[in-house]
């Protein structure tokens, strides 16, 4: 089946530094990714929408300036978390649907910031 | 706005016996999807439900969807251990894809 890579799978970075996740759709072409956050024993939560080649869209609540996506080509999403700070600890999973609509999910990023 | 409930929050099983969790969504999706997640890990795809009355079964894990009830549940039989893990139910948010979640069932089964 289809293969949503993510990296890194984990990242321990200092407050005020940033940090970026990419999302990689590696036997497919994606135009839509989707970015999720989840906290400890939580649900996740809808981030944003990365469009390829537009701007993304963002979940009410979401800071975008904080949480720069950029979908560049077909395949690839980042997520730049600027300016991290403790709170921003989280569990990020990318997502991205195949050409029949089965969605793929990245394997995890675990974001520390000290 | 689009909810998706879903209950237990918690299930301690018996190894052995039989539970079922139920997922309850407010808009009229005709597609839901049932997700595993172990601890520290992403979500592997257990199910996807495209119709009313649609069933699935894999193993000890069987789903169905009611769409007019708006309902949908994972039957667990026989309980084992392996199955211990945290159980989401996701419903389209949209046409493009993005999802709806369950807050999450963790199943814990014991001996």
């Known amino acids: 089946g289809a293969v949503v890579s993510q990296h890194p799978s984990r990242v321990i970075c200092k407050s005020g530094t940033s940090v970026k996740i990419e999302c990689r759709s590696l036997?497919?072409?994606?135009?839509?990714m989707f970015w999720y956050r989840q906290f400890p024993k939580q649900s996740l939560m809808l981030m944003a929408t990365?469009?390829?080649?537009?701007?993304?869209?963002?979940e009410q609540g979401v800071e975008k300036d904080k949480f720069l996506i950029n979908h560049a080509s077909l395949t690839l999403s980042t997520l730049t978390v600027t300016s991290a700070h403790p709170e921003d600890s989280s569990f990020y999973i990318c997502?991205?649907?195949?050409?029949?609509?089965?969605?793929?999910f990245g394997q995890g990023t675990r974001l520390t910031v000290v | 706005e689009l909810k998706v409930e879903q209950n237990p929050l918690f299930l301690s099983m018996q190894e052995g016996k039989n539970y079922t969790i139920y997922c309850n969504y407010s808009t009229t999706s005709d597609r839901l999807y049932w997700y595993r997640q172990d601890p520290g890990k992403s979500l592997e795809s257990l199910f996807v439900l495209l119709s009313n009355g649609a069933v699935k079964q894999e193993g000890r894990l069987m789903a169905s969807l009611d769409t007019k009830a708006r309902l949908s549940t994972l039957h667990i039989t026989a309980a084992v251990h392996d199955l211990s893990a945290t159980y989401f139910c996701a419903v389209d948010a949209d046409s493009w894809g993005k999802f709806q979640f369950g807050a999450g069932t963790q199943v814990v089964v014991t001996p």
């Open positions: 997502s991205a649907r195949d050409g029949t609509g089965e969605a793929f």
């Open positions: 036997d497919f072409q994606a135009t839509t």
């Open positions: 990365s469009n390829e080649g537009s701007k993304a869209t963002y």
